[in-house]
Nanobody, 127 residues
């Protein structure tokens, strides 16, 4: 079992930037993929970005070119640099990890394929 702790959320204006962090409580815990999902009020949880242990990255079309995911494998930490934020980016952002690799890369977009989740951090973007 591992706990994930997100940080870095907050209230910003449109066009601003934020950096989210998520750290796994056990640095010896083997993690293959680390990802970010988000859920806005009244909407389903949606994929934002993911990164494999080898550095392969995946992004939702809505954040490509604005968000950058990175990770520090030694620290079991994943980051999400969010630039040019828009009001539609407002949501609770959740960190998720998967211990093993997936055969089909499309599955990294699927929340059901992740094993552990953080509690979420609120990001609010005002217009």
């Amino acid at each position: 079992q591992v706990q994930l702790v997100e940080s870095g959320g907050g209230l910003v204006q449109a066009g601003d930037s934020l950096r989210l962090s998520c750290v796994a409580s056990d640095r010896t815990f083997t993690i293959y993929a680390m990802g970010w999902f988000r859920q806005a009020p009244g909407k389903e949880r949606e994929f934002v970005s993911a990164i494999t242990r080898g550095g392969i990255v995946y992004y939702a079309d809505s954040v490509k070119g604005r968000f950058t995911i990175s990770r520090d494998n030694a620290k079991n930490t994943v980051y999400l640099e969010m630039n040019s934020l828009k009001p539609e980016d407002t949501a609770v952002y959740y960190c998720a990890v998967r211990r093993l690799s997936l055969y089909y890369s499309d599955n990294y977009y699927n929340a059901l394929k992740y094993d552990y989740w953080g509690q979420g951090t609120q990001v609010t973007v005002s217009s």
